[in-house]
């Protein structure tokens, strides 16, 4: 059983960055697709990052799409999000999921993901 830990969230002015990792530990991850979502209070929960198995594809919602970077170290079984160019409406709690799915696609929907982690918040003031 793998166990997904996130953290690097925080408080930051719009405009700033912020890094968030997802740390596994239990069993790796490494053959799994990883992806971030987030959730805000009263919305639906919502992709924002992919990243295939080995880390040489990768896919973003399209509200952070050219500010926001997904990667992944599998030595350190750790996946990442840089977070630039951050705005207001970024706010919410990030999750990030793993798949042990095969199939080809983007998986941009959160019943693709099979284990998730807890979350950490991330707000942006204006």
């Known amino acids: 059983q793998v166990q997904l830990v996130e953290s690097g969230g925080g408080l930051v002015q719009a405009g700033g960055s912020l890094s968030l990792s997802c740390a596994a530990s239990?069993?790796?991850?490494?053959?799994?697709?990883v992806g971030w979502f987030r959730q805000a209070p009263g919305k639906e929960r919502e992709f924002v990052a992919g990243?295939?198995?080995?880390?040489?594809?990768?896919y973003y919602g399209d509200s952070v799409k050219g500010r926001f970077t997904i990667s992944r170290d599998n030595a350190k079984n750790t996946v990442y999000l840089q977070m630039n160019s951050l705005k207001p409406e970024d706010t919410a709690v990030y999750y990030c999921?793993?798949?042990?799915?095969?199939?080809?696609?983007?998986?941009?929907?959160?019943?693709?993901?099979?284990?998730w982690g807890r979350g950490t918040q991330v707000t942006v003031s204006s």
């Open positions: 999921a793993g798949s042990r799915r095969w199939a080809s696609g983007n998986y941009i929907y959160a019943s693709d993901y099979d284990y």
């Open positions: 239990g069993r790796t991850f490494n053959d799994n697709r």
């Open positions: 990243i295939s198995w080995r880390g040489g594809s990768s």
